[in-house]
């Protein structure tokens, strides 16, 4: 069944009183018919089904959760196995590349072949990338394989927020996620001691396979409880909708922009050529995507309407801040508790918990909040203040902080991001038609996981030649400082002064490397994730508008819903 879209929120687009989606140019009246009516996959379910769909989503989100944090807290064991500690950051910046992108497609592909059909392939193509990589022989065919599971991965948190907009309304929305906030916190508490525990104690490899069967059973749920509305059109009129050239340059753009960023000053010097010539092609072919999308496509996958909505650019300006800072911490708090303080990956795996966890309670609490008052912009602004000082904290972390103390840190700096997840995706979906969420969704998502990919080569730059610069000072040979950096937990007081001396050091030079070279670079990592915390502030002050969160025909499209669950269970999937 086709809806007809409804009037908006005071202060968003009004929608089109056809769902024909249409190129939007400077005259709305001048444009050309898709191939494909857009059915409105709203369908705002009784509390009983939203409560059995928000479990659905968990499962799938819990097994993204579950990626992410066992990577981390495995990759100085992967790191060590390949000794390949220069290009490590490649494992997960080759998962964060493919996941972002592909993320802009998601939307527009839910849009056309259903939600339910783009999530289950998300999750498909995430098994086969998993079950890859824990058969990978070297570090190169790993980071190919952590690249075809980033392929899906990247769509199944994208997904996920997709689906509750069409089956919650935007004031009620925080109220339900609480399950799926739930459920993640669940996956970053098990995680991180979970990921120590396999990559010390049985091999880095199952740190991938543990989430096949999860993610197995994620898919059966999808299918058999998520009730999503089936779309419209033949298959063959589905795939005439497809924006091939858009889908093409998003790949082509977003891959030769973020592999300079990978490469630069960690495998290159930012100055060479193999880094410039592909950044300054991909600016063109990102510049050749945006004048396709907004005057050639007839069904875009941006549309760039979108970023005439202040709110919407401000939440895109904040999500790239956001996905920075996250990520860097996700991925170097880690290893800066197993280098310098010389923890085991089950310990260090444990010790991030106060950051994951803080941050999952604080999106929960900011949720509930958000559907009792209807009010966000205090909260997404607080929350990167907050978020800012606990970086600015962290930034003062030596081998000798107290670890309480920096336990208090990794609390104040989850709380401060838990504060910045819900509250931007709810502004940026309040201010735009229906019609246009998904896109949204996925462009907002696109933007966080573009500035995580950018964290990870910048936090691998800045803590590399911190160290090597010690290290050259040192007067230590070429291929010594290489091995160092490959492994640098040798620094760790721990190591045996014969293994310290076959490398030209001593214990006391050894120190010094570790604390002027490691924790320095360490210190300016969080240094700028303080300062992009700061300007997140300010242009979430500064952009991002009140929205009515109440669009006026909610109860209409319960009725609709409560009609298709009574009288049409039958038409009611999407495959």
């Not at 259903?114 to 392939?121: F, M, P, Y």
């Not at 310990?347 to 559907?371: E, K």
Request: charged share 10%.
């Amino acid at each position: 069944m086709s809806l007809t879209p409804v009037a908006e929120e005071k202060g968003a687009p009004t929608a089109p009183t056809s769902p024909t989606p249409s190129h939007t140019t400077a005259d709305p009246k001048k444009t050309l018919p898709s191939p494909l009516e857009l059915t409105d996959q709203t369908n705002l379910l009784p509390s009983r089904k939203i409560i059995a769909v928000n479990l659905g989503l968990a499962l799938c989100v819990v097994v993204s959760a579950l990626d992410s944090v066992i990577t981390a807290t495995a990759l100085p064991t992967i790191t060590t196995s390949f000794s390949a500690g220069s290009v490590s950051s490649w494992v997960p910046s080759a998962y964060m590349l493919t996941s972002t992108s592909f993320q802009p497609l998601y939307g527009r592909f839910s849009d056309i072949f259903g939600r339910k059909t783009a999530l289950c392939l998300a999750m498909v193509v995430f098994m086969i990338g998993s079950l890859g990589s824990g058969f990978a022989k070297g570090i190169v065919e790993l980071i190919v394989w952590r690249g075809l599971a980033g392929a899906g991965g990247g769509g199944i948190v994208s997904m996920a927020q997709i689906i509750v907009s069409d089956v919650v309304s935007l004031r009620d929305r925080g109220k339900y996620q609480g399950i799926i906030a739930g459920v993640t916190a669940l996956g970053y508490a098990i995680g991180p001691p979970v990921g120590g525990a396999i990559s010390q104690r049985v091999s880095w490899r199952w740190c991938f396979w543990v989430n096949l069967p999860v993610s197995l059973l994620a898919i059966c749920v999808v299918i058999l409880v998520l009730p999503l509305k089936s779309v419209e059109g033949d298959f063959k009129r589905k795939l005439l909708a497809v924006d091939y050239l858009g889908a093409g340059l998003t790949l082509i753009g977003s891959t030769l922009l973020l592999l300079p960023l990978i490469w630069g000053g960690v495998t290159f010097p930012w100055n060479s050529p193999i880094v410039l010539v592909p950044l300054c092609l991909g600016v063109l072919v990102v510049f050749l995507f945006c004048i396709w999308e907004w005057k050639g496509a007839r069904l875009p996958i941006v549309p760039m309407h979108i970023f005439k909505h202040v709110t919407v650019t401000g939440v895109y300006i904040t999500m790239f801040a956001n996905g920075f800072i996250f990520f860097s911490s996700l991925y170097y708090l880690p290893q800066f508790f197993q280098v310098a303080l010389g923890y085991s990956p089950i310990r260090s795996g444990i010790f991030l918990l106060p950051v994951l966890i803080s941050q999952s309670f604080a999106s929960w609490i900011t949720g509930i909040t958000v559907s009792r008052t209807g009010r966000y912009r205090t909260i997404v602004y607080v929350g990167f203040s907050v978020w800012a000082v606990g970086c600015g904290c962290l930034s003062t972390v030596t081998t000798s902080t107290p670890k309480a103390l920096l336990v208090f840190y990794m609390l104040l700096s989850g709380m401060g991001a838990g504060q910045t997840l819900q509250t931007t995706t709810v502004a940026a979906q309040a201010s735009v038609s229906r019609k246009d969420m998904s896109v949204v969704t996925a462009v907002r998502n696109f933007i966080r996981l573009l500035g995580g990919t950018l964290s990870l080569a910048v936090g691998s730059t800045l803590i590399n030649n911190s160290l090597r610069t010690v290290l050259t000072s040192l007067a230590l040979a070429p291929a010594a400082i290489d091995k160092i950096i490959d492994d640098p937990t040798v620094l760790f007081s721990r190591s045996s002064a014969s293994q310290l001396a076959s490398l030209g050091l001593t214990p006391s030079s050894a120190a010094y490397a570790l604390s002027d070279g490691y924790t320095k670079g360490f210190m300016f990592v969080f240094v700028l994730n303080a300062c992009l915390a700061a300007v997140a502030t300010l242009a979430s002050v500064f952009m991002i508008k009140h929205k009515e969160l109440m669009r006026g025909d909610e109860e209409k499209l319960r009725a609709e819903a409560r009609r298709l669950l009574d009288g049409e269970n039958g038409e009611s999937r999407d495959f």
